[in-house]
């Protein structure tokens, strides 16, 4: 049980064009989901928490105009990279929170989005 | 503000003991986590610790010491595909994870 999925999981695209990198929770419904980004022999790095139906909670320093999240369901949620750059190349992964006691989401990750940009 | 440390990189023999620390200074405390991460793969959950003491689960132990503020992981009889990188998060008191920048772990036969 609790399997995320995450398509694609592997782009490349132009710079200046869009993209979009979906985050499935297959067999449970997610209260939360979150999207982080991690550069080589980096950590995470949280980008933004959404829930379903409400907008995107971004960290400082993301900005919310380029990184468009998207959450329709309790079972996707969307992270659109707008006009993207080189810089941008980085590996996106998602993950899917069940909410326990006490106000904690248990993560359960997806597999990840390799996003290159030339 | 926030801090967690633990080592870049440890070389470890096939069949050895590995131990992996990790010291954290975090704005309240509501437990620790080990992650294990294969190159290009999403973090798999190892380890959930909130009070102190030795967690153990197979060849893997976690070990808690709150009032130190430090954790270490534990890896016996150390297999090849046990190369990988180690990320340690603590739940802070708004239950946000607070990731370490991981441990490279490379075991030669």
């Known amino acids: 049980g609790a399997v995320v999925s995450q398509h694609p999981s592997r782009v490349i695209c132009k710079s200046g064009t869009s993209v979009k990198i979906e985050c499935r929770s297959l067999d449970f419904q997610a209260t939360t989901m979150f999207w982080y980004r991690q550069f080589p022999k980096k950590s995470l790095m949280l980008m933004a928490t959404s829930n379903e139906g409400s907008k995107a909670t971004y960290e400082q320093g993301v900005e919310k105009d380029k990184f468009l999240i998207n959450h329709a369901s309790l079972t996707l949620s969307t992270l659109t990279v707008t006009s993207a750059h080189p810089e941008d190349s980085s590996f996106y992964i998602c993950?899917?929170?069940?909410?326990?006691?006490?106000?904690?989401?248990?993560?359960?990750f997806g597999p990840g989005t390799r996003l290159t940009v030339l | 503000g926030q801090n967690i440390d633990q080592p870049t990189e440890m070389t470890a023999t096939e069949g050895a003991i590995v131990q992996i620390n990790c010291t954290y200074q975090t704005s309240g405390f509501n437990g620790l986590f080990w992650y294990q991460q294969h190159a290009g793969e999403a973090p798999t959950f190892l380890s959930y610790?909130?009070l102190d003491g030795l967690e153990e689960k197979g060849r893997f132990s976690s070990f808690l010491s709150r009032s130190k503020g430090y954790s270490y992981l534990l890896l016996k009889e150390l297999q090849m595909k046990d190369s990988a990188s180690y990320l340690c998060?603590?739940?802070?008191?708004?239950?946000?994870?607070?990731w370490g920048a991981g441990t490279k772990l490379i075991i030669k036969p």
């Open positions: 993950s899917a929170g069940l909410l326990l006691a006490d106000s904690y989401n248990e993560q359960f």
């Open positions: 610790n909130v």
């Open positions: 998060a603590v739940l802070d008191s708004n239950y946000q994870l607070i």
